[in-house]
């Protein structure tokens, strides 16, 4: 059985640091693209982060450029998303997904296009 189980996540305030993780499990994500979302009351859910097979092409939404940074440890079949400068706008539940229909690619940035999800985790960003 595949599972994507997220940790990481909290209570902090604006202008701190969290690190969150995703631990795979059932199979391996080697040569497939890699996703962090996250989806706020009432919001639609929407893309954060992403990491090709070989962790060398990252790509992030613009409102977290240069605040959080996605990457992956394929011994650990794991994904991380350090997330610095937090603001109250990133309260969110944050969920990990994995793509496993295009190997070798650039990951997608639409969740439709993913086929594993995490049950995600909380963030919560006081102001």
């Known amino acids: 059985q595949v599972r994507l189980v997220e940790s990481g996540g909290g209570l902090v305030q604006a202008g701190g640091s969290l690190k969150l993780s995703c631990a795979a499990s059932g199979r391996s994500f080697s040569g497939y693209g890699l996703g962090w979302f996250r989806q706020a009351p009432g919001k639609e859910r929407e893309f954060v982060a992403a990491?090709?097979?070989?962790?060398?092409?990252?790509y992030n939404a613009d409102s977290v450029k240069g605040r959080f940074t996605i990457s992956r440890d394929g011994a650990k079949n794991t994904v991380y998303l350090q997330m610095n400068s937090l603001k109250p706008e990133d309260t969110a539940v944050y969920y990990c997904?994995?793509?496993?229909?295009?190997?070798?690619?650039?990951?997608?940035?639409?969740?439709?296009?993913?086929?594993?999800w995490g049950q995600g985790t909380q963030v919560t960003v006081s102001s």
């Open positions: 990491i090709n097979w070989s962790g060398a092409g990252r």
């Open positions: 997904a994995a793509d496993v229909t295009r190997a070798f690619s650039i990951p997608p940035i639409r969740d439709f296009e993913y086929e594993y």
